[in-house]
């Protein structure tokens, strides 16, 4: 369960005892929401740790003491605000009722609305950025975020194959015309948005509505029977 989920406040009756052990419980999200604006505004190679425990009100010292290095510290951004969230997505494919295209236009849609209308799309730039210079954290990225991402993706795309409302598909090459919209928005998110014109700005919701209707009429069997 993500560290955000496990704090809350506790009961007006306790004791002020009762109220710094409630404050050290909450040090852990403090710290993970401090670290993530930190890594989105600075990078990871130019964010110190002593940064990210100043803007969470407390000590280097009680940083390290829930996150031994910077490493483990953005690990545990990724799991709070990406992987940790993988378990839910997947029991929605399960549950989900629609058909196929309806599940690729809610993915989308969800994903803009849960990662990438949210600072947590920062950590894809990041990466973006910085992953050759930090091989561990990418190959931790790759495992955590990345790889799950794409199988589930597949997962979709081949339920509309077996559906037989999407033609035969390469999934190791189709998963990335769902993929590459959505990192394209990030960039525009924190990194391009200055170099697009200001007469024309990019609405991302209508952005993705109109890459899925796109990518939908080119994934579906076509009436004719043409492939």
């Not at 130019?46 to 990210?52: K, L």
């Not at 589930?152 to 590459?180: C, P, T």
């Not at 890459?211 to 579906?220: D, K, S, V, Y």
Request: charged share 25%; net charge neutral; hydrophobic share 40%.
């Amino acid at each position: 369960m993500p560290l955000s989920k496990l704090i809350g406040p506790g009961s007006p009756e306790e004791p002020p005892s009762g109220k710094r052990e409630r404050r050290k419980e909450a040090r852990p999200g403090e710290l993970l929401d401090a670290a993530l604006d930190l890594f989105v505004e600075k990078g990871f190679a130019a964010t110190r740790a002593e940064e990210v425990a100043a803007r969470a009100g407390v000590s280097k010292g009680t940083l390290f003491l829930y996150f031994p290095s910077k490493e483990e510290l953005f690990k545990a951004v990724v799991r709070e605000n990406i992987s940790g969230r993988f378990k839910e997505w997947n029991e929605e494919f399960e549950t989900f009722e629609g058909s196929a295209a309806d599940m690729v236009r809610y993915c989308m849609k969800v994903w803009w609305e849960r990662i990438g209308a949210t600072r947590a799309s920062g950590i894809t730039k990041l990466m973006i950025s910085e992953a050759r210079n930090f091989p561990e954290l990418a190959a931790f990225y790759q495992q955590e975020a990345i790889r799950p991402g794409t199988q589930l993706i597949r997962r979709i795309l081949q339920r509309g194959m077996d559906s037989g409302e999407f033609r035969q598909l390469d999934l190791d090459y189709a998963v990335f015309s769902i993929v590459a919209p959505m990192i394209f928005l990030i960039m525009m998110k924190h990194s391009l948005g200055p170099c697009a014109p200001q007469d024309y700005p990019l609405d991302p919701e209508r952005y993705v509505q109109s890459q899925c209707e796109t990518l939908l009429i080119g994934l579906c069997v076509r009436p004719d029977g043409g492939s």
